[in-house]
Structure formats: structure tokens, C-alpha cells
């Protein structure tokens, strides 16, 4: 009877802990894999601006205690000023940033305060940065960059210079000035590369000068300027050079800054060519606020997260938002294993107690024959020998049951400690559900039994037996 | 009148008559002993009175209702409203006391009640160990319980099979007493011995050989 008892118990346990595992694993998976990073992007829609309000906005579309980071990043080239370099920068929300990106591996700290910087290991190696050593910054605005309020390009008197590809590989250097209105005023042409007397007359002919005077940028080469006659390929070159023009340090003045290094970043990936500051020093150094994208660590399955990133997308006129099929498509895919997989364990472990608990009882049934014999000639009917048999049974059932589903909850817990090294949510309704199915295991296994002692003769009882 | 009536009952398993053609009744009220030596169909005719098999032939009246041809459900319900079984082996149920005993005769009956289950063993003298288990009592005690058990629902047949084959003579007689008194309050009793002393006991004694009926014999002395 012990037994039966025993092997119900540890049925019920196993089963009720891999179903608690079973319960909690897609969000233990979910925040493993979350580890991996982000699985959502948001971006700005064509020809739209992503900033920190429409962020916000197409957080809300996810249940807060889905979200478990949403970090913003905001890239930009900055010159460093001791070396004649220029590097990616990365403005970012330090708060966030182990949220969506846990396999950083920081030596010394993420920054706290302003004008303090982590810096990717490979500059770090380039540049011999050290935790606590500092650098300069300077942010160049170029005149024609994408990223460049329109109005800047336009700057009143600014002074810019520029270069391109000519014919047969030489370059064509330009510098121009702008007038008060932003157009051009004059413009000077060095095209000493091309062939003299075709792409080389750039810089003398006056009439293809001129037409440059009063004109927008940026150029349209068709529309606004004829080309040189029997010079297309340098003429090309020069509305180039023109449109990709940056503004010169007499016009508009660069932004430098001075930065404490706080980490040294490793990751392994390209982020280490990278320098990070925080939203606020980028927003000082380039005067803008803008973002170019978020990365967001949302624990939810694949098909949650295809219908938070749609509605984001439908719902917001200026942001977009995308998955990340990899890393969630794995997760969806690794999730339906395991869930076969305890299927089955607990398919195999309910088949091995029903055995266990037959057996056990079938032993008790023949170790009780006389008894069973003498209840039968006293009177007991078949009811009754099945009644009496299967109430042992289900009590078998509870006691294994109430055993199981709190000695399960522990089972699973260890479990979870030890393999994802995180403890468990009890499940409450685990606890009657596991004392049901013990029950009904028990009432099953005992069929059999209940079959053979009803089957037992009571004039046994009757023989010198 | 009439409780038992036995009519050309034959039991045959293969070649083997157990019961050859037997016929015999018992009067409501009698006190009757079986006889014979082993083999001679004592057992299956015990088990074809006490409801707990059929005969292959012939018909069993018991109490008026033809019980050869009921369902084992139906006999089974017989058994208990009708029949107090006692055995050689006593059989008590191990792990419960005296009164528990009795009383499980009860349960299957109708209502156990602990009061009734008490004075059925004062009637046998063992109120005072009601609770002790069976392995606290002897043989002699034991049986006695089993003979409370037997009358605690005041069926119309006590049968006893060898209910003094384990005792020794002073429990056999405080058994025989027993039977002695249940007889004279009315109980028809039907016991199968092969202990001359406990047949002598009874009114009338019908001797078994080979499935038959070999012979009866009245108990002159009876009552003496």
C-alpha cells in the first residue's frame, strides 16, 4: 500500500513539476533567449523622424510587464580630435542597454553621468583608451547630410568644400561660399586631375561657372547645370563634389566636448568599433534629438509579437516596427520541442505509476483474497467490493496528489535554480489539477484489481484454507 | 414447515458427481448435522445451501424461492438477508476489533450499529473484549465472535462448517451451548462436521457418502 502511495506520489510530482516547468519555461526560454538581445525593432517610417515621443507612444502597444527593455540608439560620425579619425557613435539609453543587449560584456561601468562615454574594445585598442582616460569629441555637421535639418544646409555666408570622382579616377576639388540666402555666391573649381582641354577648362569657363551663382542646394545635375561640353564625366563630378560639399570651421562651428571613459566594451561584434554617449551629450554635440532606432527585448511568443509589431505599425503614422525572425523563430521552434518532449515524459511517467499502482493493488487484492472471500459470504455485493476498493484508490489518489503537487512544486523549482538559474511562480490551480489526474490515475490503475477481487469466490472461505 | 428443501440435486464437475441426486428438507427451527468423511460432498453442498454455488441439476428451495436458478447478484442478496455463515477457520478480519467484526456483518446487511454489535457478544460472553484485536483472542473467543457476527442480523439459517474443528472440548462446548440456545429461541441451524460429539448435538443427523445420501439418523436423546 506504501507503495502504491509512493509511486503515485512521485507520478504526481514529476508530473506536476514538468507541467509547472512546462508552465513557466516559455517565459524562463523567453528571458534566456531575450539574453540573446533585441527581438523587436522600432524605426521610423519613409521619410519620417523617430524621437522619443513617438517612441513612448508605440511603447504603449506592449503590456508593460512584456517589455523588458526598450533601448534607443541614435547614430552619428564623430571626429575624435587627438587622431585625424572619425568613428560611429552611438547615443543610447544606458538604463536600457543590459535589458536588450545582456552579452555586453563591460569592463568598468556603464556611464552614469554626462560626458562620460563606454568605448568599443577595438577603438579602445586603436586610440589606447583606458576606464578613466578621457577624449575629445567633435562633431563636424556636414552641410548635406541626410540627417541634417534642411535649414542648416542653408546656412547664410558658410563656406564649404567638397570633392568627387572625375574622369579616369582623378578628383575634382570644390569650394563654394554661400550667400545670405543660403544660395550660392561663388564657387571655385580645382579640376588639375582632368584632361586639360576637355574636364580641365571646369575651372576657367565662365559660362559654366555662372550658372552655378543663386542656385539650391542640393544641385539636380540635369535640371540646373549643362554640362561641359564633351566633359560629362567631370561635370558630373562637380555637382557631386557639390552636394556631398561639408561646411568648413569658418562657417559653422564644429561642436567638440570633452568625455571621461567609463567601460571598455566587448561583445564580439561590431559594436566595439563603436563609441556610446549617452541621448543627452548627443543631443548637445549635434543639437538634435532625433533617433534612429529602438531596439526592444519583448518577452512574448512569435505570434504576440507579430500582432504587437502590426498594431505599432498600423496605429502610428511616423514609426514602423519589425521582428527579429531569428532570434524569435528559434524560440518558437525550441519552445515546440520541449512541449513534446514533457508530453510525453509525463505520457511515459502516467503509464509507468498506472503500472506501478496495478500492480501494487493487484498485490493487495490477492494478499486480501480470504478477507475479500469472507466480506463476499457475508454479504458484501460486487458494488460494494468495487466501491470499497476504488475509495482506496482515490484515496491513494488524494494523499499522492496533495504529495505530489507540493513535492513537484519543489522538484520544479530545484530544476529551475539549477538549469535556468531562476526560481518558479507556484501555480495554484497546478495543485487541484495534479490531485485530479493523481485521483483518476489511481481509479484506473485500479481496475484491474477491483476486476480480480470481484472475481474471488467467497465460498474459499468455506475450504480449510 | 418447510425452510429448506432440497429436490434431485445433482453437482457434477466433469465425470465427478459431487452431489448425487440428493434430496432432503429441514423444518424451520430444526437443528441438523452433515456428516461424512472427506469427498462424500459435505463442502458443495454447504456452498449450494449457503448460496455461493449452483447445482448442475435439480432445485433448491429455500425459505420458498427457488435458489438454483438465481443470478450470483440475487444470491449474494439471499446470503445476507437470510444465511449466518460460521467457518472451521473462524476468519475475522485481522486488523479490526471484536465489535468491528461484528459489525462488518452489519455494514453489508444495513446500518452498522455499535449497541446491537455490543450485545451480541454479551450473548456469546465476550462483551469485555470487544475491542481487542483477534490476534488478542483465542480460538475458542475468536469463534464466538464469529457466532455473534453470525445472528447479528437474525437470519433464518445459521450454517456452520466445522465450527469446532479448531477448538478444543471446553470451547466446543460453550459453542455447542450457543447453538443449543439459538436453537431454542427458533434458529434453524445446519452444521457439517465429521466430529460425532457435535452431531449428537443436533436434532437429526444425515450422513453424506459418495453424493448421496446414505442415511439419516434421529437423535433419540436430544434435549436430554
Redesign the interface.
Known sequence: MLIALLSIGIGATILAGLVTIYVDVPRQMGAQFRSYGANMLILPKEGEILDNDHLAEALQKIPQDELIGATPYRYVRLDMTSRQQSFTAAGTDFTQVPKTSPYFSIEGAYPENTREVLVGKSIADTIGAKVGSSMELTYQPTALSENLNPEESRVPNAMLSGSAEGFGGGMVYVSLKLDENGTIASLEIDAGTQTPEYGGRASEDEAYLGQFTGKTLPLSPDKDIDALSGATVTSEAVVTAINTARMTEKSVKPQTMNFTVTGILTTGGEEESYVFLSLGDMESLTGSGQLDVAELSVSAGAEQLEAYADAITQDSGTVRARLVKRVTRSEASVLEKLTALVFLVTLVVLLLTMICVSTTMMAVVSERR??IG?????????G?IRKEFLGEGLFLGLLGGVMGGILGFVFAQVVSVNVFGSSITFQPLLLPITIIVSMAIAALSCLLPIKRAVAI???L????? | MSLLELKNVSKIYGDLKALDNVSLHVDQGEWVAIMGPSGSGKSTMMNIIGCMDKPTKGEVLLDEVDISKESSKNLTDIRRDKIGLIFQQFHMVNYLTAVENVMVSQYYHSMPDEEEALEALERVGLRERARHLPSQLSGGEQQRVCVARALINHPELILADEPTGNLDEANENIVLDLFAQLHKEGTTLIVVTHDPEVADAAQRTIVLEHGKVAREVINENFGK
Open positions: 480470504r478477507e469472507l466480506r463476499k459470504a457475508l454479504g458484501a455485493s460486487d460494494s469466490d467467497p465460498a472461505v468455506l475450504k480449510g484454507e
